[in-house]
């Protein structure tokens, strides 16, 4: 596979600068657990219609295709670039998926469409999540579910512990749009008139292997522009960000304790 490719995430707020696909990937396979066993509460009959918004690269759509097997499942990303990776890699995998380029605050979709309408790390990078939650329940059919999976950015750390680590809640809460907005979810699915909420927060803890903390190394390396760009960093403070941190994903004795990870879904 050729991870090559250059991410805009649309906030107007800031850009991640994807120098490879490598890091939606481990985002992807480091948060699927945590997606999985939030989606375990959810049992629906087959034969419904599922709608992924903000799929990225399709890591979610193609966990919702295994989680709701024999659903009719629909991804939607606002990055023409990554829909086409997703449909390359959805094609590989064999999973029957229907990939489109569209704007979470504008889904051309009929109200009513589907019966689970869900997003995972979009609503933090967002100017107005509740405009965005109002258009999934929209599309969503009456009695349907809208879900979202959202992180608190509120800790980071690793043992031994390295500076690096605070640095990445500094920075990260410094950039993203709403970096807490894990513990938000609550008001804003009541807000936008849901129902039954439920939840599930979870928390990544990284021992025998690296790809977390290798995930947080290509996301420094990824949010270079826009900490100088926001004067948050020099270069020389962010170059020594980076080394420190790929210093602890090469530490085979070094465990990663990340953030909490919060899933919300209500009924419409
Ligand atoms: C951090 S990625 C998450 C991808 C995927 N949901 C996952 O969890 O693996 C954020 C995604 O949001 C997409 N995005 C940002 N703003 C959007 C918008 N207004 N409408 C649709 N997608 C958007 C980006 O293109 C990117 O793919």
Redesign the pocket.
């Known amino acids: 596979m050729v991870w090559n490719n250059k991410?805009h995430?649309?906030?107007g707020q800031y850009t991640i600068d994807e120098k490879n696909h490598e890091r939606?990937y481990l985002?992807?396979k480091n948060?699927q657990p945590l997606t999985q066993r939030a989606l375990q509460h959810i049992k629906l009959p087959q034969n419904i219609k599922v709608l992924?918004?903000?799929?990225?690269?399709g890591?979610?759509t193609r966990l919702l295709a295994k989680h709701f097997n024999g659903a009719d499942i629909t991804g939607?990303?606002?990055?023409g670039v990554?829909v086409q990776t997703a449909k390359t890699i959805t094609a590989q995998s064999g999973d029957n998926i229907n990939f489109i380029t569209?704007?979470?605050?504008q889904l051309p979709f009929e109200d009513n469409t589907f019966d689970v309408v869900f997003?995972?790390?979009?609503l933090m990078?967002?100017p107005s999540p509740l405009t965005?939650l109002l258009e999934m329940k929209r599309v969503c059919k009456p009695g349907g579910i809208v879900f979202a999976q959202e992180p608190d950015i509120n800790s980071s750390g690793s043992h031994p512990h390295s500076w690096a680590y605070d640095k990445v809640k500094e920075y990260f809460n410094a950039l993203f749009i709403d970096g807490l907005i894990g513990r938000k979810l609550p008001a804003y699915f009541k807000q936008a008139g849901l129902h039954n909420l439920q939840y599930h927060a979870d928390i990544a803890f990284e021992v025998h292997t690296n790809d977390l903390r290798r995930m947080y190394t290509l996301t420094a390396e990824a949010l270079e522009g826009a900490l100088l760009a926001k004067k948050l960093s020099t270069k020389e403070e962010h170059t020594a960000w980076v080394n420190e941190l790929r210093r602890v994903e090469n530490d085979a004795d070094a465990v990663h304790l990340t953030h909490p990870v919060i899933a919300v879904w209500g009924t419409k």
């Open positions: 991410l995430i649309m906030s939606q985002l992807a948060l992924d918004v903000a799929c990225g690269m890591e979610t939607a990303d606002i990055d990554l569209a704007d979470a605050t997003s995972r790390y979009l990078h967002v965005i």
